[in-house]
């Protein structure tokens, strides 16, 4: 596999209001190789989404990259663009599912129009070859009687199929990168898991990269290639997703999977992990997870940067030096 997409110490920061900056996200690096899924996942409030709006420098204001993070697509340096040169990345190279459909779709353009829209901004086509694409993509994502729902407003449609929709517009430029945040948030489980093959058979298809947001380790599981855990703005263990599954060694990662109902195996009282994460602004100092944690220990004082557990699996703690984290 080649190379498609890599990020190096992706910092983002916001004025904290008393002439200070807080880092929601910071220091995070990861990579995404052709035809993979990578699954960034973490509690709520962990950075997620933000590193997902950088990738195409959608960070709202007063918010902004720092100087020193890299985000390169092939040989594009994309925090470098500007203007149109910006706008061509966006949805012609990366792709995104926006989290929740209803406030992403505009309400008063019809579904097939949204569609187009992307289609004709990137590629030199008529208004008739736009709709024709745009009803191949409806049928592409599995909405029923696609051609009259070209037609449609969101607020007729399902919430499962509003997701399709929002699917059809991100795949509209043919991109090499899709990014998925959260996209089976408020779906019920059966719509959950038709939206999830979707996905899946449209890798398959297509050949992209997927990064896959989601707080969910249950859509993980067999879906993705790797995962990159994220707390408090930093990734704190990452592995290729069979091994993470068999042998999490974060102490936050064995937290998440002990917090998690099992359906096979005996039965098991539930471990939730104590507290929250906490705001940019009361990060504690040191490890960041260490108020929390456990395991922690008088070297939990001193922030512990990414150390190897194995090949290919790497995890923030320092417990990784003396393999003391598994079980």
């Not at 059966?190 to 298809?205: F, K, M, N, Y």
């Amino acid at each position: 596999m080649s190379r498609v997409l890599e990020v190096e110490n992706l910092r983002i920061s916001f004025p904290d209001g008393q002439g200070g900056r807080l880092y929601p996200v910071d220091g995070v690096s990861f990579s995404l190789e052709r035809g993979e899924t990578l699954a960034l996942v973490g509690e709520s409030g962990c950075g997620k989404s933000l590193t997902s709006l950088a990738l195409l420098q959608l960070i709202p204001p007063p918010g902004r990259i720092e100087s020193g993070s890299t985000v390169r697509l092939g040989d594009i340096d994309v925090l470098g663009l500007r203007g149109e040169r910006l706008r061509q990345i966006r949805g012609r190279r990366i792709g995104m599912i926006f989290q929740d459909p209803m406030t992403s779709l505009n309400p008063v353009f019809k579904v097939g129009d949204q569609i187009a829209e992307g289609i004709r901004a990137h590629f030199d086509v008529s208004r008739a070859e736009a709709r024709s694409r745009s009803f191949n993509l409806l049928q592409e994502v599995g909405i029923p009687d696609a051609r009259s729902r070209l037609d449609a407003y969101p607020h007729q449609l399902s919430g499962g199929m509003r997701q399709r929709v929002m699917i059809a517009i991100a795949l509209a430029a043919e991109p090499e990168i899709l990014v998925a945040d959260e996209p089976t948030t408020a779906l019920d489980v059966t719509v959950q898991a038709q939206i999830l093959e979707v996905l899946d058979r449209l890798r398959a298809t297509r050949g992209m990269a997927v990064l896959l947001i989601t707080h969910d380790l249950g859509i993980v599981a067999g879906r993705a290639d790797r995962v990159a855990v994220m707390y408090a703005g930093q990734i704190v263990e990452e592995a290729p997703t069979a091994r993470l599954f068999a042998r999490p060694s974060h102490p936050y990662t064995q937290g998440l999977f002990a917090s998690v109902p099992r359906l096979t195996g005996p039965v098991q009282r539930l471990t939730p992990i104590g507290g929250s994460v906490p705001p940019p602004s009361a990060w504690p100092a040191g490890c960041r997870f260490r108020p929390r944690c456990p395991k922690a220990f008088e070297k939990s004082e001193l922030a512990p940067p990414l150390l190897p557990v194995e090949p290919d699996h790497r995890m923030r703690c320092w417990l990784a030096e003396t393999g003391g984290a598994r079980g």
